[in-house]
Every structure is written in structure tokens, then in C-alpha cells.
């Protein structure tokens, strides 16, 4: 679309629900938030998953490509991104403008895709909010984790995060 000048070359948009959908402009905080999110989970995990940032989410149950702030996959092996080779099993939004977009619209599209666990990092508030086991759409579970408490990724229980460490 962009080869065509539907949209500029530069536009920041997401496919969701088949509508394309213009993406929130990033201030300083959610860039640095971004990038604090990805190195801590990157080092954490590894050697045990893949960190992404900004990586489409490719999902057979959904007519949408959405491209979480941060996304975790299960296989290490970077390379092995897009392929049946791995999973996402985490996917992480960092949310300001777009809180209410990312708790509802967003948490029932990474729900309906069955992504086992989606964090939003909502900087309003300052909070973690995790949402964990997606039935039918919606996350049967949502907790709300402050800075100085600690939270692991269900995948990796023996992980403990501090969310402290992923705010600005």
C-alpha cells in the first residue's frame, strides 16, 4: 500500500480485524518503556526464547497483523521467527494514549489468538497489568502488579522480574 501511495512510506499502521489502523505516535516515555521491556526480557530469558520489538504477530485465527511493542517466542533460535518452529507465548503492549485500546480491543484480539500471555505496561497508571489463560476471546485472568513487586512470565516461572525494572 505504501509502493502505491495509499499510505506514506513512513505511516505507522497495524492491520486489526481486517481495517487498517493508524498506530499512535510514540512520546519518550513508551520509547524508553519499549526498549527497557525488551532488554530485561531479552537477558532474562536468555537462551530459553526469542525477544522481538515490534514484530507483526502472525496468527492463523485472526484476520489482523498486529505488531505488539515486544514479543516473546518460544523457540531461542532468533531465525526461527515466522516459522512453525515457534510461538509467541507472550506479547507485550506499552500503553499511554492508547490504554483503553490496549486493555479491551487489544487484549481480545492477542485473547482470540491464544496467546497465552499479554502484558500491559500502562504508564497512566503505572502498573504492569498481565492477563493470562485466553478463553473464547477474552483473558479468564488479569492482575495488577506495581513497581517493587515482582512478576515471572507464566512460561518461565523461575524468572522473577522486578516491574520496576520496566518502567521509565
Request: proline fraction near 8%.
Amino acid at each position: 500500500m505504501a509502493q502505491s501511495g495509499i499510505l506514506a512510506p513512513d505511516e505507522r499502521v497495524e492491520l486489526i480485524r481486517g481495517v487498517i489502523r493508524k498506530m499512535s505516535p510514540k512520546n519518550r516515555a513508551h520509547v524508553i518503556a519499549a526498549a527497557l521491556v525488551h532488554d530485561v526480557l531479552r537477558d532474562a530469558l536468555k537462551g530459553l526464547a526469542s525477544v522481538y520489538p515490534e514484530a507483526p504477530l502472525l496468527a492463523e485465527k485472526l484476520d489482523s497483523e498486529p505488531q505488539p511493542d515486544v514479543m516473546v517466542c518460544s523457540n531461542p533460535d532468533t531465525r526461527a521467527y515466522g516459522t512453525a518452529r515457534t510461538r509467541p507465548l507472550l506479547v507485550v503492549e506499552i500503553a499511554d494514549s492508547s490504554v483503553e485500546y490496549d486493555l479491551k480491543e487489544k487484549a481480545s484480539l492477542y485473547a482470540t489468538a491464544e496467546i497465552p500471555e499479554y502484558w500491559v505496561v500502562n504508564l497512566v497508571d503505572r502498573v504492569l497489568e498481565v492477563f493470562r489463560k485466553p478463553t473464547q476471546g477474552v483473558y479468564e485472568t488479569r492482575l495488577l502488579i506495581r513497581p517493587g513487586e515482582r512478576v515471572s512470565p507464566e512460561a518461565w516461572p523461575g524468572k522473577a522480574l522486578d516491574v520496576s525494572s520496566l518502567l521509565p
